[in-house]
């Protein structure tokens, strides 16, 4: 199946990514007015380029309302995730949308209160930054040599490179944070 996109739609997607739009379409059969996707992958490759939808690449317009998105307090799709059988986050997201796929935002209730429950995840290559908005937490992260641990306060926040393994635990009953994982174009 091949696809045929507006030229102006992938410059303006380009451009909001502070990526010129010759490099964006490198490799890609275009001209001033259209691009030529052969088949579905070259959609997903220049999808992916572009941190966008394909879908948004085709239609070429976002889920923004004049620019923005709400999303109620109980309206952001919710998961609650175990580890060693044990509920261990329930995972909230805030507001998403296809104008920024490149941000995941999320209320994160922390349920493992337990040294011996603590699993650390494999990492992401997502940046992440941490906010405590209720309690108190303890943060494990494996440095490659290690692990090493630190405690934070409502208020406090932190900033976790991609790829640390890396878990949260509450230390003041049920704990509460934010997480913003963002990827931003190389
Ligand atoms: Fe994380």
Known sequence: MSFEISFHNVRRIAESRKMLVA???DGFDSDSDVVRLAHAEDLRALATRLLVSPSELLLG?????????VCRREQGFSRAQQRKGKLYYT???????SAAPELMALRVTVHCNDEEDVVLNAGHDSKELVY???????MHWDTGSGVREVDLGQGDSVYLAPGIPHSFRSIEGE???????????A
């Open 23 to 25: 490099e964006a379409l």
């Open 132 to 138: 405590v908005t209720v309690g108190g937490i303890r």
């Open 91 to 97: 995972y909230q997201h805030l507001a998403t949308t």
């Open 61 to 69: 317009q976002d889920d923004l309302d004049d620019g923005i998105k």
């Open 175 to 185: 704990s509460e944070l934010l997480a913003f994982n963002y990827r931003l174009p």
